[in-house]
């Protein structure tokens, strides 16, 4: 945008209004500061700095951060499109108002919140109760930072109507987030401790659009509740109940064998995930020193997301030195678990994909459902996730369902006893945890490990194994940041006007807007791709980042008794399939 095209006599009065209304000092300053910048009131202010600071205020005064589906995500800063005390004050008065209204006979509701260590969550987790409290809610607010997965548990177990957790989870450092769970009288029972979803998500945006200025929103001195490490503890009593039947002697020998590197990227899982390895049995283990405490700077990774390059070199290095069996890492709210494992045809550490990990995770949930007596069970995966999970369930006599992405559809599902996205999500208690759960992931995880492990074996010779039986699924990720959203949409745009005609020399033989309803599912933006040969492209913009995200999948018959080495030469030439597709696809977007 042009600078002298922003109208600084109109935005200004707007720009005071809420420095006027800022109950924090600090944000109010950084807007008065952009303002002198804009109205060039320092002699020796450059051009330069006088256009930044009136795109920076056009920016921050756009719109208030945009609540939806995944709450509120964005930088930190004063002004109403930022993360900041004002606008959580205004969101937690929203939300009160929003339950208010969906039980206006109930005066007991009760809300949990939770926070991580990212910079000001605990100020927000604090004005949040601070405000529900006021309003006579029954507040119950974690004394301590805590993993996304502790604080939905939390909503089921303490039979909350709602819960907030303040975390951004693997974005930037200058990011933070608000996370809303709906659980109690508000939801059926497959519901109860899910992220919100639409209509409530446009609800309860209304509602904080009807809040009067920060500064005039009643808070509470005290009056809520403090947890303390009960809920943890109770969490990882749970948690034993992945265990079906009592360890044996030999299982346990298996798991103290099994050397682990772990690492939570400088986020909160580190203490609990340790803690639930141990009680699982899995006692050596090394963790990252570098990365093991929270630091909202995130100052060994780029960007604290275990998908991102880099941000596992320190655990692969650790493995190296150690002779490490497995490399578990979670992200920093420890809602997501990476694993790595020494590929048996290279000899060196390789990380799995997430659709390798969530095939793993279902053939074991789905095998130990088949021997009991929960059907009719359900495994249920993404849109964009790999369709090998379909044949695991078919093969189990299991049903399978696909949703869109996000664990508010994954975990609504009817009688779920696991489900995956491949973007390292995973909910593999849903008893327990009703959405993704990198520490419970990272527990059976290990555990499929040193199985394999006692008989020789590796997690990919099980992947082969689960190749001989379905046929070879391979997937990939192309994706490209943004610093504007616009050109996502335009992207997007240009693909839907002019799908291409064939990929991979195969001809498309499906090319859908998914913002039609694809196969039953609600409208969302993006683009189903499939072509004669099975190959299938999901084109769609994050949720959660600025990015554009192409979700790649090819398919190859593997015969019943296909040696290792033929099963290596598959996923090679597999590989160069989706390097190819990658390009044709970057060609098509506009993305080289």
């Not at 042009?2 to 720009?15: A, F, G, M």
């Not at 006088?50 to 939806?68: I, K, M, V």
């Not at 301590?144 to 709602?162: G, I, K, S």
Request: charged share 25%; hydrophobic share 45%.
């Amino acid at each position: 945008m042009d600078p002298d095209d922003i109208d600084l006599s109109e935005l200004e009065p707007r720009v005071a209004d809420w420095i006027d209304a800022d109950p924090d000092l600090e944000t109010a300053g950084e807007l008065q500061d952009l303002l002198a910048r804009a109205n060039c009131e320092a002699p020796e202010m450059a051009t330069g700095n006088r256009d930044e600071a009136l795109l920076e205020l056009h920016d921050r005064f756009s719109q208030f951060l945009e609540f939806g589906t995944a709450g509120l995500r964005g930088p930190l800063g004063g002004g109403p499109n930022r993360m900041n005390r004002a606008v959580v004050i205004k969101t937690a008065a929203g939300l009160g108002e929003f339950l208010s209204a969906q039980l206006p006979q109930c005066d007991n509701l009760r809300v949990v919140i939770g926070f991580d260590a990212r910079h000001r969550s605990d100020e927000f987790a604090r004005d949040s109760a601070a405000v529900l409290t006021a309003q006579g809610k029954e507040v119950f607010l974690f004394s301590e930072p805590t993993p996304t997965p502790v604080l939905a548990f939390a909503v089921r177990h303490l039979r909350a109507e709602a819960g907030i957790m303040v975390t951004a989870s693997h974005n930037p450092p200058q990011d933070n987030g608000y996370k809303v769970y709906l659980g109690g009288r508000l939801t059926s029972p497959e519901a109860t401790g899910v992220q919100i979803v639409s209509p409530a998500d446009v609800e309860i945006a209304n509602a904080i659009a009807a809040t009067s200025p920060a500064r005039t929103i009643t808070r509470a001195e005290a009056g809520w509740e403090v947890l303390g490490p009960d809920l943890a503890e109770e969490y990882l009593v749970r948690l034993k109940r992945l265990d079906r039947e009592p360890l044996t002697e030999q299982v346990a020998d298996n798991r103290a064998n099994l050397r682990i590197v772990y690492t939570p990227l400088h986020g909160v899982g580190g203490n609990l995930a340790q803690a639930a390895l141990t009680q699982a049995g899995f006692l050596d283990f090394h963790v990252v020193t570098q990365q093991q405490d929270p630091d909202p700077d995130f100052p060994t990774v780029v960007f604290p997301n275990p998908e991102e390059p880099g941000a596992m070199d320190l655990a692969l290095k650790l493995a190296a030195e150690v002779a490490a069996d497995l490399i578990i890492a979670n992200d920093p709210d420890a809602d997501r678990c990476a694993i790595a494992a020494r590929d048996p045809h290279s000899g060196e550490f390789r990380m799995l994909h997430g659709d390798e990990v969530g095939a793993l995770l279902a053939e074991q949930r789905a095998a130990a459902a088949s021997n009991g007596s929960e059907a009719p069970a359900a495994l249920a995966s993404s849109v964009v996730s790999s369709r090998l999970i379909e044949k695991i369930a078919a093969a189990h006599g299991l049903r399978h369902e696909v949703t869109l992405t996000g664990f508010k559809w994954i975990a609504r599902v009817n009688n779920l006893i696991f489900g995956y996205e491949e973007a390292l999500g995973y909910c593999v208690a849903p008893e327990t945890v009703r959405d993704k759960d990198g520490i419970s992931a990272a527990v059976l995880l290990a555990g499929i490990a040193a199985d394999l492990l006692s008989d020789g074996r590796s997690l990919f010779s099980a992947l082969d194994d689960l190749a001989r039986k379905h046929g070879l699924f391979v997937t990939d990720q192309l994706s490209a940041r943004f610093v504007d959203r616009g050109a996502i949409d335009a992207a997007v745009a240009r693909l839907l006007a002019r799908p291409p005609k064939s990929l991979l020399n195969s001809e498309v033989i499906e090319a859908t807007d998914l913002e039609t309803g694809f196969n039953g599912l609600p409208p969302t933006s993006g683009m189903w791709l499939r072509t004669a040969d099975d190959t299938r492209v999901v084109v769609r913009p994050s949720g959660t980042e600025p990015k554009l995200k192409c979700y790649l999948e090819v398919v190859t018959a593997v015969p019943a008794d296909a040696p290792a080495a033929e099963l290596a030469q598959l996923r090679t030439h597999a590989a160069r399939q989706l390097g190819q597709l990658k390009n044709e696809l970057a060609e098509k977007l506009g993305l080289r």
